[in-house]
């Protein structure tokens, strides 16, 4: 049995998972049947599936990304940004 978290997260039971072939990262879809829910494996889109070779290409494209938005300067804590977090709420709101 699986227990919902305060996230309201629910851990699928590793049997099942196998048996349905549900992995990290997929996505399930949870549809209302009556007075239960009916839980539905989403597979990949048009049944595309990546070798190997491709899921390390997306993965060092991520990577590469990451590293680009690295290279830009964070503001140190207590640094002036030139604004403060009360401004980045008022903007919201008409004067």
């Excluded at 305060?6 to 049997?15: D, E, F, G």
């Excluded at 996505?27 to 009916?38: H, V």
């Amino acid at each position: 049995m699986a227990k919902v978290t305060s996230k309201l997260q629910v851990t699928i039971p590793k049997a099942l998972a196998e048996r349905f072939g549900i992995h990290p990262g997929d996505e399930i879809e949870w549809n209302p049947a009556g007075e239960s829910i009916r839980i539905i494996p989403r597979s990949a889109p048009s049944g595309v599936t990546y070798s190997v070779e491709d899921r390390l290409r997306f993965f060092d494209r991520a990577t590469q990304r990451q590293q680009e938005r690295e290279q830009y300067p964070v503001a140190a804590a207590g640094e002036d940004r030139g604004w403060t977090r009360d401004e980045l709420y008022d903007r919201a709101h008409p004067r």
